[in-house]
């Protein structure tokens, strides 16, 4: 059965930084395309960013230029650095992947505030 974990969330103050990590596990198929999901109280789960097997990065405009996603594919870990956070980042992030099938993480709070 494949799991995706993720790890790193908390608290942080505005402008500071964060990395999440998400591993992927439990499956023969090779992980193609992860990346991570957020939701805000009261709003849509919105893409945050993409990458692909093949190393195509795709981000949301609102963290363009802060974000960074990579990944590991030895690993099949996928990790998101998050810099110049805002409290408009504040959200439950959740980890994407598609293996045979597509496969959410259970989520991971991140709270900026002061």
């Known amino acids: 059965q494949v799991q995706l974990v993720e790890s790193g969330g908390g608290l942080v103050q505005p402008g500071g930084s964060l990395r999440l990590s998400c591993a992927a596990s439990?499956?023969?198929?090779?992980?193609?395309?992860m990346g991570w999901y957020r939701q805000a109280p009261g709003k849509q789960r919105e893409l945050v960013a993409f990458?692909?097997?093949?190393?195509?990065?795709n981000y949301a405009d609102s963290v363009k230029g802060r974000f960074t996603i990579y990944r590991d594919n030895a690993k099949n870990t996928v990790y998101v650095q998050m810099n110049s956070l805002k409290p408009e980042d504040t959200a439950v992030y959740y980890c994407?992947?598609?293996?045979?099938?597509?496969?959410w993480g259970q989520g991971i709070q991140v709270t900026v505030s002061s």
């Open positions: 990458i692909t097997s093949g190393g195509s990065r």
């Open positions: 439990g499956s023969a198929f090779s992980v193609n395309t």
């Open positions: 994407y992947a598609i293996l045979d099938s597509g496969y």
